[in-house]
């Protein structure tokens, strides 16, 4: 029978301690849709990313964080993505 108020008791304080979590990381959870910004807007710019790491392109996984990435169009007129990662 201790074993059960024991269960119990230690039950209702990792409900607890999982409420205080949840209410301290503000009640969201992390989405991948939200991405950090690495470059501010300047001025007259516009900054239009294109990939992010873990993002799949066509059959393609961007893998690490992208240092740098370019286009060009190729001979058959396609386009072609370069890029530059830390892995």
């Known amino acids: 029978m201790r074993d059960w108020f024991l269960m119990k008791r230690n039950l209702k ?3 607890a ?3 205080v ?3 301290v990381s503000g009640g969201v959870a992390y989405s991948a849709s ?3 910004n690495y470059i501010l807007p300047g001025t007259g710019v516009e900054i ?3 990939a992010y790491a873990g993002d ?3 059959s393609t996984v961007v893998r690490g ?3 740098g990435m370019g286009a060009y169009k190729n001979a058959a007129g396609d386009i072609t993505l370069l890029s530059v990662h830390e892995i």
Do not use: F, H, Y
């Open 65 to 67: 964080v992208p240092d």
């Open 17 to 19: 301690l999982s409420a």
């Open 21 to 23: 979590v949840v209410a």
């Open 48 to 50: 239009n990313p294109i």
């Open 56 to 58: 799949k392109i066509t």
């Open 13 to 15: 304080i990792g409900a």
């Open 34 to 36: 939200i991405k950090p």
